[in-house]
Nanobody, 115 residues
Framework: QVQLVESGGGLVQPGGSLTLSCTASRSVHSSIPMAWYRQAPGKERELVARIRSGRDPDYRDSVAGRFTIGRDNAKRTVYLQMNRLKPEDTAVYYC?????????WGQGTQVTVSS
């Protein structure tokens, strides 16, 4: 019942920046967490960042200080600002919302960090 559409991926040099966006087809209540995950080839999908009302955002250690998650409920959009990108950040990035016990995922957007 929730469609998530992502955009903003691409090819960037090490040290560069990208901003990912994910827009929901329906309004998502501010109390519901929204998150970004990523999956590199041959690796498991991993949590990158999560934003929850009333709490500081969560970041995995490898991106803390470089990535920032944000949310605009009026636009039904969650963002991931990625700075000082490293080759190991290369992955397909997915946004995620869990609603009424069901996980909804974006289609995935490729981020490639390479010289």
């Amino acid at each position: 019942q929730v469609q998530l559409v992502e955009s903003g991926g691409g090819l960037v040099q090490p040290g560069g920046s990208l901003t990912l966006s994910c827009t929901a087809s329906r309004s998502v209540h501010s109390s519901i967490p929204m998150a970004w995950y990523r999956q590199a080839p041959g690796k498991e999908r991993e949590l990158v960042a999560r934003i929850r009302s009333g709490r500081d955002p969560d970041y995995r250690d490898s991106v803390a200080g470089r990535f920032t998650i944000g949310r605009d409920n009026a636009k039904r959009t969650v963002y991931l600002q990625m700075n000082r990108l490293k080759p190991e950040d290369t992955a397909v990035y997915y946004c995620n919302v869990r609603h009424e016990g069901i996980n909804y995922w974006g289609q995935g957007t490729q981020v490639t960090v390479s010289s």
